[in-house]
């Protein structure tokens, strides 16, 4: 199976990677910039469980895409989709599968108005990883998961041979009976995790001392219930991640969104938190979740002011 990586940051380098480095047909779609770095360092990716280092990665830029790939792994951010898909395009033949690693749902919707719905699996990931300032790949714990899933047949021949094309790469894979209610679930813990971690400039734990488990169980009820309205009410591995995650005085969860907006960064927050109020079917009944929304919205128009 052909494989064409779109990008390569701390997600799309670290699994592109994995897969390079396990023999898959794995080229990377980048920008010229990004190109032209990597020929020159090589991809390197530095993690606790194993280095790795290609010194000539398989690289594409948008203008030589001339021939469909088998499977486009997506893992863009999603303010970066509408741009991605313009780039991949080319890339997108008869039988070309896409699986996107993004958050939220909007981009699902995205992709099955761009390509069509046959052609869009669904996905997540669970990882710590980002770009060093030499462009390396850092791979900060062990935790590396994908799950994905065929939305219509959890056991189709396509689901089957993505499977068998991603496995045994060196990092957990799982093929999601259910894939669609998952995503729900990552999106609403995204949500919560976000919405109060950058409301209150803080961790969980920093948060709680101060005595915010109100608020916290609150923001989750909110997200909770716009999730369960939308046919996916929170599973029990949720749960136990709302009282592992969110709810602990030990929990130093901190949303990479805060470290965004810590760096002066763009962020996700109208992908995450303000497109999951817009599914709210009624928005009033969820005010924390409206606040955490409007506050990044209050960021991001900041940045805009102070760039311009």
């Not at 032209?36 to 194993?50: D, N, Q, V, Y």
């Not at 594409?60 to 970066?80: E, G, N, Q």
């Not at 909110?222 to 029990?236: D, K, M, Q, R, Y």
């Amino acid at each position: 199976m052909r494989i064409l990586v779109v990008g390569v940051g701390g997600i799309g380098g670290y699994f592109g990677g994995r897969l390079a480095q396990a023999g898959r047909d794995v080229t990377f779609l980048v920008r010229p910039a990004r190109a032209e770095r990597l020929a020159k360092t090589g991809l390197c990716i530095e993690s606790p469980l194993g280095d790795y280092h290609n010194p000539a990665p398989a690289l594409v830029t948008a203008d030589r895409l001339d021939r469909p790939f088998d499977l486009i792994f997506l893992s863009c951010k999603a303010y970066d989709l509408a741009s991605a898909m313009d780039s991949f395009a080319p890339a997108v033949g008869p039988k070309t599968l896409i699986l996107p690693l993004l958050n939220g749902m909007d981009h699902i919707d995205a992709l099955d108005a761009r390509f069509g719905r046959e052609k869009v699996l669904g996905g997540l990931c669970q990882i710590s990883a980002g770009l060093d300032a030499e462009g390396r790949i850092q791979h900060y714990n062990e935790l590396q998961n994908v799950a994905f899933g065929d939305r219509d047949d959890a056991d189709s021949a396509r689901a089957q041979a993505v499977a068998a094309a991603l496995s045994g790469a060196g990092f957990t894979l799982r093929k999601s009976p259910d894939i669609m209610h998952e995503m729900w679930d990552k999106w609403v813990f995204i949500a919560v995790c976000a919405g109060i971690t950058c409301l209150m400039r803080a961790a969980v734990c920093d948060v709680l001392a101060a005595g915010g488990a109100g608020i916290v169980s609150a923001l989750f009820d909110e997200c909770a219930a716009i999730a369960t309205a939308n046919g996916f009410p929170p599973g029990a591995a949720l749960a136990k991640q709302r009282e592992t995650f969110l709810l602990s005085p030990k929990s130093t969860m901190m949303a990479s969104m805060l470290r965004d907006v810590e760096r002066g960064q763009a962020t996700e927050g109208e992908h995450i938190l303000a497109a999951l109020l817009e599914r709210a079917e009624a928005p009033e009944e969820a005010p924390v979740l409206a606040l955490a929304a409007i506050h990044l919205r209050a960021y991001a128009a900041r940045r805009a002011r102070e760039q311009s």
